[in-house]
């Protein structure tokens, strides 16, 4: 009788889950993707601050923050490569974006003005978003010592810019 029970609590909750993650799907097949990068960075947002504030559970909140910023750096897509770039932001990544403690303002503006360069949308400011990548790097440990970084921060290619965001993204949430 208990095995019929339990059968039949697992298959009713596998068939929550189940519409639970279809509806899910529906959902975001709904939005666009202006609207799931926004909800990304609300989402990102709230994650960062409880990591922050709840010391009992770090390691499962850093786990959603990093599948976020994959989300994330799904809908912006391929990057330029730069020879050694990479490289270069891998040595100065002295912090995890959760404990680096940026400013949510900035982290918005990186995710959300990435997001529409790469899409091509004329009106960001390149200089803006130029000064919004120098401050993402300098929160996660950029010093200033590196040639190459300099020298793509001052070029007018904007995929110089979105390699260097989105490559520093990418090694401050990495969970080695």
């Given amino acids: 009788m208990d095995t ?9 909750n596998t068939e929550l889950e189940s519409e639970s993650v279809q509806h899910t799907l529906t959902v975001f097949r709904e939005k666009s993707a202006d609207e799931i990068v926004e909800a990304i960075v609300d989402l990102l947002d709230t994650y960062l601050l409880v990591f ?5 559970d770090k390691y499962n909140t850093a786990m959603k923050i990093w599948f976020l910023t994959s989300k994330w750096i799904e809908l912006i ?7 050694q770039l990479i490289n270069e932001i891998a040595n100065f990544i ?8 940026i400013d949510y303002d900035l982290l918005r503006e990186v995710l959300l003005k990435t997001y529409l360069i790469k899409k ?5 400011d ?11 790097i300098t929160q996660l440990g950029y010093s200033g010592n590196s040639i190459l970084i300099d020298e793509l921060l001052k070029s007018n290619d904007p ?10 993204i990418i090694l401050s949430t990495n969970m080695d």
Wanted: hydrophobic share 35%; with cysteine; net charge negative.
């Fill in 159 to 168: 995929d110089n810019l979105i390699s260097i965001a989105v490559l520093s």
């Fill in 4 to 12: 019929l029970i339990d059968k039949n609590i697992y298959q009713t």
């Fill in 126 to 136: 390149l200089n803006e978003y130029r000064n919004i990548v120098y401050c993402l």
């Fill in 52 to 56: 922050n504030l709840d010391q009992s």
């Fill in 94 to 101: 002295n912090k995890k974006l959760w404990d680096s403690g």
């Fill in 120 to 124: 091509k949308e004329d009106t960001i």
């Fill in 77 to 83: 897509g391929s990057v330029k490569y730069i020879p």
